[in-house]
């Protein structure tokens, strides 16, 4: 069982930065691939970025890679989306999500997620 908080959303302009985090309880959490996904209003969830459980590979959509850094703190139980340069096109709510085995875009395939956590770019 894993359970996932998100927090550091916000509104910034346009070309700003932001920095999520996951914090996340329970003993699956070092064994689980973690991964941040978006959703804006009318559409489906889209996969942003994941981490795996040792952190040391990470996936990112082609859409934030470059301006997007995902990673991990084991010890401490947390998940991070550093974002920067970003854009209105960013505006979702961002998930943190948690799975068993390998990584995965599909959202129907992550066994955990938390609440999501607003980020709004304004131009």
């Known amino acids: 069982q894993v359970q996932l908080v998100e927090s550091g959303g916000g509104e910034v302009l346009s070309g700003n930065s932001l920095r999520l985090s996951c914090a996340a309880s329970g003993r699956a959490f070092d064994d689980s691939f973690m991964a941040w996904f978006r959703q804006s209003p009318g559409k489906a969830r889209q996969f942003v970025a994941g981490?795996?459980?040792?952190?040391?590979?990470?996936y990112y959509a082609d859409s934030v890679r470059g301006r997007f850094t995902a990673s991990r703190d084991n010890a401490k139980g947390r998940m991070y989306l550093q974002m920067t340069s970003l854009k209105p096109e960013d505006t979702a709510s961002y998930f943190c999500?948690?799975?068993?085995?390998?990584?995965?875009?599909?959202?129907?395939?992550?066994?955990?997620w938390g609440q999501g956590t607003q980020v709004t770019v304004t131009s």
């Open positions: 981490v795996a459980s040792s952190g040391g590979y990470t």
């Open positions: 999500a948690a799975k068993r085995g390998d990584m995965d875009s599909e959202s129907s395939r992550y066994d955990y």
